[in-house]
C-alpha cells in the first residue's frame, strides 16, 4: 500500500472523520479525542467505526 492510496482513501472521508482517524492513528485513545473535542466517546467511536468503513471499503473494491 502506497502513501498516494492512502491519500486517496483519506480525501474520501469527511473532515470530522479524518481528523479523528489521524489522531487515533497518531496515538490518541477515543476518551482523549473525544475530551479534545467536547463530544461523548460514542460520537467519536461511531465516527470512527464509520471512517474504517469507508477506508475498507476504498480498498476491497479496487482489488
Do not use: P
Not at 482513501?9 to 497518531?26: K, P
Request: glycine residues 6%; proline residues 0%; hydrophobic residues 40%.
Amino acid at each position: 500500500m502506497d502513501t498516494e492510496r492512502i491519500a486517496q482513501a483519506l480525501d474520501g472521508l469527511s473532515e470530522v472523520q479524518r481528523r479523528r482517524i489521524l489522531m487515533l492513528a497518531g496515538g490518541m485513545s477515543v476518551n482523549e479525542i473525544a475530551r479534545k473535542e467536547g463530544v461523548h466517546h460514542s460520537v467519536v467511536s461511531e465516527t470512527i467505526s464509520a471512517a474504517r468503513k469507508k477506508f475498507k471499503k476504498f480498498f476491497v473494491s479496487d482489488e
